[in-house]
């Protein structure tokens, strides 16, 4: 693992102002289904037990979560979630935008239990954290077990909702933000080729302009002395920044 990457990453996500709330809690068995609405805000939604199936409204391919896998839904987007037998059970609807919503019932084995909700990331829904993903980015517990995570923060999230007579959901929301660091963790571990802003940290030049930006972020930047950092001609460093990493070197200064 290249750690001179992580820790800037880790840097980027220290200083980055993280808002999210847990917007809802399912526990099901046998035949169900439930619609989830939403404004396009970026969505993330994890399953605690069993395993059930994801899919974007007007999109075909169906997305099969088995229990500690997470799904990111970055541009956010109308979902279903449902059991896995294929059938088309009658769904109630949740907004994602509401308050926290715990649904289904006791279930006897086997059961379902997912949790999700809303995430905004420095005032945007475009970060360049996220930019480069899929409209759909499924992350297995398995590659978030190669990080050294024993378990996700989701799965301590669904123990204080089932488990406290009164929760803060202050408590939880952070907790959901930890959820979500350790989520770009893993992918920037795996550094797949969607994943355009490893892509940027990959690259030499734009290497040394990010983490210069980030040893020191009070300086008085400019694309012109990013290009010198980078070694590269100004028009040179504006296009790979932009092309790399989704948005112009000025914007992700701001």
Partial sequence: RDYKKMDIVDDILRH?????????????????????????????????????????????????????????????????VQDISGRQPRRTEHDLRGGLT?????????????????LELGGQTRHPLISGLPD???????????????????????????????TSPSILDRLFEILLIQVIGALHASAGPAYRFMAALQDRGINRAITAIHENPGHNWSVERLAEVASLSRSTFSKQFTELTGIPAMHYLT
């Fill in 16 to 80: 980055l102002h993280i808002r999210s709330r847990v917007t809802y809690r399912l526990e099901e068995a046998g035949y169900w289904g439930h619609r989830l609405v939403d404004d396009g805000q970026f969505q993330l939604h994890c399953v605690l037990a069993g395993r059930c199936q994801y899919r974007r409204k007007g999109a075909k391919e169906r997305f099969e979560l088995s229990a500690g896998d997470v799904l990111l839904l970055p541009r956010g987007g109308p979902a279903s």
């Fill in 102 to 118: 715990c649904d289904g019932h006791q279930a006897q084995a086997p059961r379902v239990i997912v949790l999700g909700g809303m």
């Fill in 136 to 166: 759909v980015t499924l992350v297995r517990n398995t590659e978030l077990l190669q990080t050294g995570t024993r378990k996700h923060a989701g799965f301590m999230i669904d123990t204080i909702l089932t488990d406290a007579h009164e």
